[in-house]
């Protein structure tokens, strides 16, 4: 496969350009009988959707999604659930301009040497705006998840230089802010920066993290299948993504065993440094994963680049970017976590149903 | 599939545990025509192999290994290769002690709950003894790579506090010590800190890079696929890993655009913050990712947890291991990465064999 | 997977309901530079698309496809294609009745206790209709096999009881004739046949016979990947179909080693019963493989069943449909044939492009 | 990947050849916690294996297996399971008249021009000794289906011209002669047909048949991964098979609607023109399919040929081979109908483990 499909048991395919006429995915594997609404999906995407603040891209795309199949009589039927959103506001005059040209930090050169020519319209399939189709069925994964008692949620804990303060953290922030951030505290100084930046026409990377909750012991698969190894996947798969850690991540490269393992006691572990997985199967703590982001490569301040023909030219972005990618990943990577989730949840009821342990789960 | 397949056109699959009969390997999807002796793989799995310094376990494999299938008459046929991997050291008494009991940071807890039961010698499946498969299968890789002009190599750049000094960087130095550490200069405060930590009884983490180089443009997939999240996937997959960055990696949260993007020049790229990676696609610099192993949880030092009744026990590992993994993770690291580099290159070629580009590669 | 997908490295996925708003499908993995339009599509979907004689079902649908991403500026672009087909001429009241209902040799019976309800618009995944897809996604295989100088073509080698006259094949004739007979003679029979069948309210079976032409030396992998071994997967997945035959098929079971083998000569092969095939890869003469189709299952003569709850009933099937349904399976057997070349077209050039044999093809 | 796996989520993974040191598989996806020893893997490997009558090939293979992971104490882990058989009776020197030589019916001309050469030692990997490994897996496969009540059965329906009775079936007969008939009458005129083919020095074909029972309603996956469209994927993908039945098979190209729709009544099917399966999920009767498997291709009987510089010559095939490969394709067939059973049985757990249906099952 071309690489437009993920998940094993639980698989999306997605198509799509940034300027075409509609975005769409295919998800195959999703359990029957799970009460299913266009409603249920919309959320998510109304949280990663463009132009709900001053803060990401002027764009405006309702991204209105439609089940066109897999749904009957409001429950999933089992069978494959196609998804579209059609693209409204492409202004694709934005990007003429740069049909010769590669823009730095882009995918302009890498795509016109693979493929021989590229959709320069928006960055065609390199666009993140894909990622509105992996939101839609992230939702359906967040669906089935809850029903299990299985929670996803991230927020933005860093923007910049701007780190939010873990004692100020709250889960209810996260929605009330343009920034997804759990520190409210936080928020003024995130604004102040990136008004700043706006105006100075540059743009800065972001550190985003993701937490699974309620997750049963025994999720992922030993060797090349373990659910850190496949979310690292996903993570690393959103565009603008540099880095991906589990738990303590980096910080492990420093620790002491004694400092780094997780106790065990009849009432639970006492620390959770591993981020919730342990010989990349899940522990029943919560899963804990963070990503970082770069900064938007679409700048208003000039660089130095060069045109088709290999002549060095000065490239200036202009047309509509988030100064920050990062403010809008969020829904993206609960998104993601979700599709992994599921997919190891239904993976590990295949081969393990029969199981029955007699060891005690603390 | 179960996950102990890895790669899409070059497929391996690995069996075996640590205190097993033996480890062993299919390599499917390797072209035909390519010269292969038992000698080609030998020599990375000896960097691998076990108790070539007092800093490594003192556990004694040979880690010789039979090419079964797939070779004839000096050449791959282009069939499946089986590879397989004796064990001949296996002292099951060293771990029967731990039958009952949970390890702190080990999988024992999860594999128990998963499975039901788990096979408790040496860790069974969980063993990073598994990894000497991958480092055989790598060693295919590397040699299809080689003839392709891309080299794979890595190296520590940080073990527990001590961190190489780039200035001091030569590549000719990774072999000549027990470290794999490019910094001469660092070797001697790395021998006196892991005496100390081995006398201590206690274990840390480490840092390993990993660079390809003559890497051409466009390997790797748009969206799902992409070269990076394939890395990811890979890395994370080795035991211990609990980070993977590609480039600049966590760097970038802090990063503006101007700083981060790299600028291109008629005579090529200006700098190499991407880690030689474009919306998932290579650009043709070197490749370049770090991965963050974590402590062995194996420690003379006691730790509480609890046995598979439930109850609360202290723990105190004996038998023999490696105070730090990542000492011998560098040539793990490489060979994932040039299976991954090796599966992009095959896909790469099924899709854009008939690709004609006009645009002059930088 | 949920089964939705097919092809390793050219993948169709499809998704969809006989009355649902609409079906679609993603092509993943066609090569770039390929001229592509909707016309280029709409022909074959033409050839299978209801309506077009009084011997299929009247359901009047124009199956009229769009492209929805992967294609631009008239060419592919090497990533995923997005089609879509809107469903028009649904009629649902035909099979509200049927709601509660097992019709004998449908799958409704199946999809219930699978799936534990089921959409019951038109037998709604279970609907031939689906296929409609599978021709849109096979035409695009077709065009890049036709620049490769491989074509693929089907025709109807019998009807119930009537055979073709192979004394009277005749390529051109087949899209001459509601049937795609290349008999111009057995036609008149089969009109002949087919007015009384309708009367009668039955159905009957039928035979399709595919075949490719100027197909290369070595497409197909050995062992599970043959290349007979994914045509059988491909063709058996049609609906109603029964049966798969390479070259002689059943004959081969009377068959004597000294008929059966085709013998070599400097000037090609003397004769193809093993229909183009050996160890499972093409030797360059014509692939030729035949299906069996069922008759049609919903009749409009009453047959015995049971209902939702257990209790028996009698079932007359209203609505419209094809008294036989092999009819209009001749484009979708081409499709699916062409979609396997192609997939092995692309796996075999991933493996074997740096392959260059010394000895002269016959 | 290459092809040398197959199953989604019971993974068998073979390699090895025909005169090469050993064959092996890896099996993945197994459950834990079943009762598993190599006796039961050979149980099946001594009905497969050659020399055990007059009427096989006199090559010797004991084909003893071993199992070197997965399993511990006595029961699978849940983890990869390794198997190996060494090859003991190799005589490559009986082959190496051959090297140079394109046997008719083989796959010699193939794979030298799919590879650019080939091991020609006793058909290297095109050797149906492969199928070893299939028999031994789908031995793991039989172990776990007989624990949820379902048995898989195969025999020989016809050998050449003589095809059974079926009035006089017997299960109990066919492992009582050597060629796995369950009509005991027609044994004697198999011996004496044998016989003077076997003086002859010709070959001859072969229809096998594989009835799975207990099988429940519900396995398999609409669209392309139809159990149906799986178990054609599986029987064609052994060597020699050419063509592939489910249930009535290619008589229903004759059959009307009427004759074929199998009714249904509050107590079960009136009969099973089917074969089990519809909509390509199984109905929970009977699972049947049939496979023609062409004449060996290595005849004493000279042929015309050519030589790998193309020319002319004429071919006697020396060396032990069976005249009738189908005789011992009875347990292959059945390993690979058991194993796609498994793997379906696993997927269908997966996606509807939750479903509890209200319909009663006939």
Same mark, same amino acid.
């Given at each position: 496969m071309s690489g437009n499909s993920f998940g094993k048991l639980f698989t999306v395919t997605t198509f799509g350009e940034s300027h075409g006429p509609a975005l769409? &995915?295919?998800?195959?594997? &999703?359990?029957?009988?799970?009460?299913?609404?266009?409603?249920d999906l919309q959320q998510d995407l109304d949280r990663?959707?463009?132009? =709900?603040?001053?803060h990401t891209t002027q764009r405006r795309e309702p991204d209105q999604v439609r089940i066109l199949s897999g749904v009957f009589e409001g429950k999933t039927t089992g069978t494959a659930i196609g998804l579209l959103i059609e693209n409204t506001d492409q202004r694709s005059k934005d990007y003429s301009n740069i049909a010769e040209t590669f823009r730095p930090a882009h995918a302009d050169y890498v795509y016109t040497h693979k493929y021989g020519f590229r959709d320069y319209r928006g960055g065609g399939r390199s666009s993140a705006r894909e990622t509105a189709m992996r939101v839609a069925a992230g939702g359906i994964a967040k669906k089935f998840l809850e029903a299990k008692g299985i929670q996803v949620r991230g927020y933005l804990s860093q923007l910049g230089p701007v780190a939010i303060n873990n004692e100020n953290f709250d889960w209810d922030q996260i929605d009330q802010n343009p920034f997804f951030s759990p520190d409210a505290a936080a928020v003024s100084e995130m604004e102040t920066y990136m008004d700043a930046l706006r105006k100075e026409g540059n743009s800065v990377g972001a550190k985003i993290s993701v937490v699974a909750q309620g997750v049963p012991v025994g999720l992922g698969e030993p060797i090349f299948d373990r659910i850190d190894a496949d979310l690292a996947h996903a993570l690393m798969s959103i565009n603008a993504v540099k880095g991906v850690e589990i738990g303590d991540g980096f910080d492990v490269v420093s620790q002491k065993g004694t400092e780094h393992r997780d106790e065990m006691f009849p009432d639970g572990f006492g620390s959770n440094h591993a981020g919730g997985i342990?010989?990349?199967? =899940? =522990?029943?703590?919560?899963v804990v994963a963070h990503i970082a982001l770069k900064p938007t490569s679409s700048l208003r301040l000039p660089g130095q680049s060069i045109d088709v023909h290999g002549n060095p030219i000065e490239v200036v972005t202009k047309g509509r970017h988030d100064p920050c990618v990062g403010i809008r990943a969020t829904p993206i990577a609960e998104a993601m976590m979700a599709i992994v989730l599921m997919d190891h949840y239904l993976r590990n009821r295949a081969q393990n149903a029969d199981v029955d342990c007699a060891t005690p789960i603390i």
């Open positions: 769409g &995915c295919i998800v195959d594997g &999703c359990p029957p009988g799970i009460e299913l609404s266009e409603a990663r959707k463009p132009g =709900t603040s001053r342990l010989g990349g199967i =899940t =522990t029943g703590q919560d």
